[in-house]
């Protein structure tokens, strides 16, 4: 089956820093990854969509200049959080697909501003 | 607004009991996931209902799915513990590019 993996799974960072997260299809070529965020007890929201080779499309209250994607190939796509601070703690998801196939997701990373 | 509610939020339930989690949508679309989530875990795909009238089970759990009145049902039969997690539905609101808006999820426990 269709793997997808984030990595680092944790991480603690001060504020101020950036924090690069990285999701991979490992057994397809995903022409579109999403990032999604969850905060502890809620649903997933969509962040942003991401094709592969041009800019990603963010939702309606993602800044842009804050949480930056970078989708470079056909299995890894990143995300940045500059100058996390400690409202940017939560989990972050990424999923991807094939055309219109099926998402799939990653297993998450749990991020940790102090 | 596009809403994907789910009731109840919450549900504590005795082994071996019956119980149903219904997920109701704001707009049109003919396909519906249903996902499982342990805690810190990532999401677990149960299944895919692709149009009108859908109807899917796997061992204690099944899935339906009525289009006209934008609703999905996961019925849970004979509960144990190990189906204890968050069940989200999540509708594809792209009409087929799987472009996914998450239920606001029903945490799960099964008391022994």
Known sequence: GAVVSQHPSRVICKSGTSVKIECRSLDFQATTMFWYRQFPKQSLMLMATSNEGSKATYEQGVEKDKFLINHASLTLSTLTVTSAHPEDSSFYICSARTGRDTQYFGPGTRLTVL | ?112
């Open chain 2, 1 to 112: 607004e596009l809403k994907v509610e789910q009731n109840p939020l919450f549900l504590s339930m005795q082994e071996g009991k019956n119980y149903t989690i219904y997920c109701n949508y704001s707009t049109t679309s003919d396909r519906l996931y249903w996902y499982r989530q342990d805690p810190g875990k990532s999401l677990e795909s149960l299944f895919v209902l692709l149009s009108n009238g859908a109807v899917k089970q796997e061992g204690r759990l099944m899935a339906s799915l009525d289009t006209k009145a934008r609703l999905s049902t996961l019925h849970i039969t004979a509960a144990v513990h190990d189906l204890s997690a968050t069940y989200f539905c999540a509708v594809d609101i792209s009409f087929g590019a799987n472009n996914l808006f998450f239920g606001t999820g029903t945490r799960l426990t099964v008391i022994p």
